[in-house]
């Protein structure tokens, strides 16, 4: 008698979302079962991999990390264009570093100009994240939406206070949102719907849960991810269908274990990825260049 594997029968699916335009855009999502149960569902979009790119020089990265980007930190483009040409990145992730209050300030028409011309000196797509001072994120993001009309970048994090501005700027420019909780589904559930409801499109919004690394908090972060991914695709919830965003990098490298061996950042950094992965994530943000080749090579066999 020959034995059948029993297999999960899943209704529904993640939604589709496209990511930049032209030849180089990107589509994510629309899978029809959990990360790797490729023998109950299909996965037609691979997980994909951004790199960080920050709006001004860092001032406490690892020499592990430097050694890669040292060349080009004192300029996002020319740093946005090493990313794509020399490591192979998929996705750009500005991190509007300076335009926090408490850092430089930089005003929303000089953040603004800056993102634009990241977008013209790379292909890509590009991921646009301010630093979660709620009131400045929504005057520096509306004006990046304004001032590149058309693009379809990603415009985030987008939180409960904020997300009516960020997201009818984006709505009127050609932009696709990041929505951002603290690991509640049911918050995350609430803004969606109030996204759509003002005529938002569905496949223009993408989830970030918070993602902490390894050791802090991940094992939390990857069951609300776990659940989300179950919400998709066993009941087809319309407002938790939306693809999943990691954003990892920063964290990892915050760790104490970072900070006492750029090694040990590099494998933080990995198995955290990898971890996250495996709960569901559609994209992951990424610091370092070999965890990149690492964590692709495990996907995808590349």
């Not at 529904?12 to 030849?23: D, Y």
């Not at 926090?100 to 991921?127: F, G, N």
């Not at 301010?130 to 994090?157: H, I, M, R, S, Y």
């Amino acid at each position: 008698m020959d034995f059948e594997i029993p297999k999960e029968a899943y209704k529904s699916s993640v939604m589709e979302v496209i990511l930049g335009g032209g030849s180089h855009a990107l589509k994510i999502g629309g899978e029809t079962a959990p990360a790797f149960h490729f023998f109950e569902g299909t996965w037609p979009n691979p997980p994909r991999f951004a790199f960080e790119v920050f709006d001004m020089q860092p001032t406490d990265w690892d020499a592990t990390l430097l050694d890669y980007y040292q060349d080009v930190i004192h300029s996002p483009s020319e740093w946005a264009r090493k990313c794509v040409h020399a490591y192979g990145a998929e996705i750009v992730c500005l991190q509007m570093v300076s335009t926090d209050p408490i850092e430089k300030d930089t005003s929303p028409a000089e953040a603004a100009d800056l993102v634009k011309s990241v977008s013209e000196a790379v292909d890509v797509p590009i991921i646009v994240y301010g630093t979660g001072a709620e009131a400045k994120d929504a005057q520096v993001l509306t004006k990046v939406a304004e001032v590149c009309a058309g693009k379809n970048l990603f415009l985030g994090p987008a939180l409960k206070s904020n997300l009516d501005a960020i997201g009818e700027a984006a709505l009127a420019f050609g932009h696709g949102v990041v929505v951002q909780t603290a690991m509640e589904l049911p918050v995350a559930k609430e803004l969606n719907m109030k996204l759509v409801k003002k005529g938002f499109p569905a496949d223009k919004i993408i989830y970030d849960p918070l993602n902490p690394p390894l050791g802090y908090g991940m094992e939390y972060a990857y069951s609300v991810m776990e659940r989300e991914k179950l919400a998709a695709a066993s009941f087809g919830d319309p407002n938790l269908r939306m693809p999943l965003l990691a954003n990892m990098g920063k964290g990892c490298w915050e760790t104490k274990e970072a900070r006492e061996s750029g090694e040990k950042g590099i494998l933080w950094e990995a198995m955290t990825g990898l971890s996250y992965l495996l709960a569901g994530a559609n994209i992951l943000i990424l610091r370092h260049p070999e965890v990149y080749k690492t964590l692709k090579k495990i996907c995808r066999g590349e």
